[in-house]
């Protein structure tokens, strides 16, 4: 897999307060990177310094492969980007909006105003002024500004925020589009887990600073998601087989009747057959779904119990 944006050891203070600490990720080409944490977790900022709006205190950046200076602004040519909320002019119409932005940074490719806007699903709405815009459309004309110069990176801070459920999803298949279609690497910030849990390939778990967890979606659910929870009488008599008997060591002791198995080969029917024989009363056995929500908390929670 081919990394676009490698981050090596990434710190940035603010008046002696490390505000990003050691941070290390890799964004892999043609990947939705979901950046996930609470307010104030960092993430702008460390988005600000991929694009060299913030300096870094150490640490490095890396885009296709060159290290990002001070000086440098070439390889900006290739990021689109929404860093916090998407300024217009309120009178002009959509499709002026962009041509002024595509005059201002020298593209004179007629037909590329065209294209943006049909990708974006706002064709229909070109000729309408920004002022009736809603909060959902001024989104999607962010991320067509964003891309009019046909970058191949995407960068976008919480373009979800404060959209209802129709303008989020709306987005959503927006993103999955530019990805599956036009192989753009998307890295997109939230501070709610439901928001990119369906679309992201990767995730990025920051709180305070630190990047708690780097993962690919695919190994969330293989490994952390499906569990098999367990009602019993006997907790301690239910360890014992769990362990000795079948070879259990992955659970999670949820209350004294109830435990949860995590990646286990052994057949639901098997561990029922084995505890019973073994004169334990089962009461309920289950196969049950994380979400990323209650493992994103978990980390979180786990984060601040070390920090
Ligand atoms: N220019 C600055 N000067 C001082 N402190 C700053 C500056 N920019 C950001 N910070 C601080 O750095 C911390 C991280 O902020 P950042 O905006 O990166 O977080 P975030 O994860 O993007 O959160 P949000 O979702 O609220 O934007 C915050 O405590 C913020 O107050």
Redesign the pocket.
């Known amino acids: 897999m081919e990394t676009v944006i490698h981050i090596h050891q990434l710190t940035?203070e603010?008046?002696g307060?490390e505000?990003?600490s050691s941070v290390n990720m890799n964004i892999n080409r043609g990947e939705i990177y979901g950046f996930l944490?609470?307010?104030?977790?960092?993430?702008?900022?460390?988005?600000?310094m991929i694009l060299n709006l913030?300096k870094p205190s150490s640490g490095e950046i890396k885009v296709f492969d060159q290290q990002v200076l001070p000086t440098s602004y070439q390889y900006l040519k290739n990021i689109g980007s929404i860093i916090?909320y998407p300024e217009f002019y309120q009178r002009l119409t959509a499709k002026e909006n962009l041509q002024l932005h595509c005059d201002y940074i020298g593209i004179y490719e007629k037909e590329a105003v065209k294209e943006v806007l049909e990708i974006v699903g706002l064709k229909d709405v070109r000729n309408k002024k920004i002022h009736e815009f809603s909060l959902g459309m001024k989104q999607r004309l962010g991320i067509a500004r964003a891309i009019v110069t046909k970058p191949e990176i995407l960068i976008l801070?919480?373009p979800i925020?404060g959209l209802d459920p129709i303008g989020i999803k709306d987005i959503r298949e927006l993103l999955l589009l530019l990805k599956e279609q036009h192989g753009i690497t998307i890295l997109i910030?939230s501070?709610i887990v439901s928001e990119i849990e369906s679309i992201a390939d990767t995730i990025g778990i920051?709180d305070h600073?630190k990047l708690l967890k780097e993962v690919r979606m695919e190994e969330v659910r293989a490994e952390n998601m499906e569990y098999l929870e367990i009602k019993v009488d006997n907790l301690k008599k239910t360890t014992q087989v769990l362990e000795k008997k079948l070879g259990i060591q992955k659970y999670e002791v949820v209350d004294q009747h109830c435990i949860r198995i995590f990646a286990t080969d052994i057949s639901q029917s098997q561990i029922n057959q084995e505890l019973v024989l073994n004169g334990i009363v089962v009461n309920g056995i289950e196969k049950q779904q994380h979400n990323l929500e209650e493992y994103f908390l978990k980390l979180i929670n786990g984060g601040n119990r070390d920090a």
């Open positions: 940035k603010f008046k307060v505000t990003v944490g609470p307010n104030g977790a960092g993430k702008t900022t460390i988005m600000k913030v916090e801070d919480e925020n910030s501070h920051i600073g």
